[in-house]
């Protein structure tokens, strides 16, 4: 099963993109699905526009990433994928948009399709390995582990949508535009009422060499921003349960998380 948009109480669909022609279309749909997640290709940048994914907190299983393989889509000609010319031999690393972690539950059988689904290239982007193998992710990379510590979810279900986001001055590489930004929005119930965060990390691509930790930071957003740089519009329901506060930023400065506990769940 893919994306499942009914997989919490209020129905969550993906977004929908202001330009279809701006993904890559499989079978007259914009639409590809996976075990446990479902994307839209970027025709012009080749990476994910948005990933959304469910994550069954109850019904996790341990599947070990041993002998999985970064692959191309089959159904999805190589020229409409960024695969693995782009990371041989550079600091850039594989960088799972669906976490690998978040997509293994279900049965075993399941959990073990959809590990290995999360290795699919259009699921993947680059990011810096000081980002993602140094264990410098920092509150982003501890999002999700932070929703669980901090929240009493209903029935431990979440959904969440992710991708990349492009600006005009990001750096070409090897023909592909990298991008400096990432986005999730992550969706939750509690007591019975639908909750939602945003947020987005900038990575610094100044230089293809070791960034330390100062070069990633990751601020909390409203969803319109995320929309207005992705050009799609997110599920109304995401606006309506969505209680972060652009106004606060208007007069201040913004200031990156520096850590999990600074988010009100």
């Known amino acids: 099963m893919a994306f499942d948009s009914n997989f919490l109480n209020t129905p969550i669909h993906p977004p929908k993109l202001n330009n279809i022609d701006a993904a890559y279309q499989l079978e007259g749909s914009e639409i590809v699905d996976y075990t446990h997640f479902s994307l839209a290709l970027s025709s012009r940048t080749k990476f994910a526009i948005w990933v959304a994914w469910n994550i069954d907190g109850r019904n996790l299983k341990k599947v070990p990433?041993?002998?999985?393989?970064?692959?191309?889509?089959?159904r999805i000609p190589s020229e409409n994928q960024a695969g693995n010319q782009l990371y041989k031999s550079n600091p850039l690393d594989r960088g799972h948009l669906a976490r690998r972690v978040d997509l293994n539950w279900g049965s075993y059988a399941e959990a073990k399709k959809a590990n290995s689904d999360s290795f699919v290239f259009t699921n993947i982007a680059p990011q810096m390995d000081s980002f993602n193998q140094s264990g410098k992710g920092g509150v982003w990379g501890e999002l999700e582990n932070s929703l669980y510590d901090q929240t009493e979810m209903d029935r431990s279900r979440v959904s969440i949508i992710g991708g990349c986001i492009f600006n005009e001055d990001d750096r070409e590489y090897r023909g592909y535009k990298i991008p400096s930004e990432f986005y999730k929005t992550i969706m939750y119930e509690e007591s019975g009422k639908l909750k939602t965060k945003s947020f987005i990390l900038t990575q610094d691509l100044s230089r293809l060499s070791?960034?330390?930790?100062?070069?990633?930071?990751?601020?909390?957003?409203?969803?319109?921003?995320i929309e207005a740089k992705c050009d799609f519009t997110f599920d109304e329901a995401i606006h309506q349960a969505n209680e972060f506060d652009l106004n606060s930023i208007i007069t201040t400065e913004r200031k990156p998380l520096t850590l999990s506990s600074e988010i009100n769940w």
Not at 65 to 74: I, L, M, Q, T
């Open 65 to 74: 990433r041993k002998g999985a393989s970064f692959f191309e889509d089959s």
């Open 210 to 225: 070791f960034l330390d930790l100062e070069a990633f930071k990751t601020y909390e957003v409203a969803p319109s921003e």
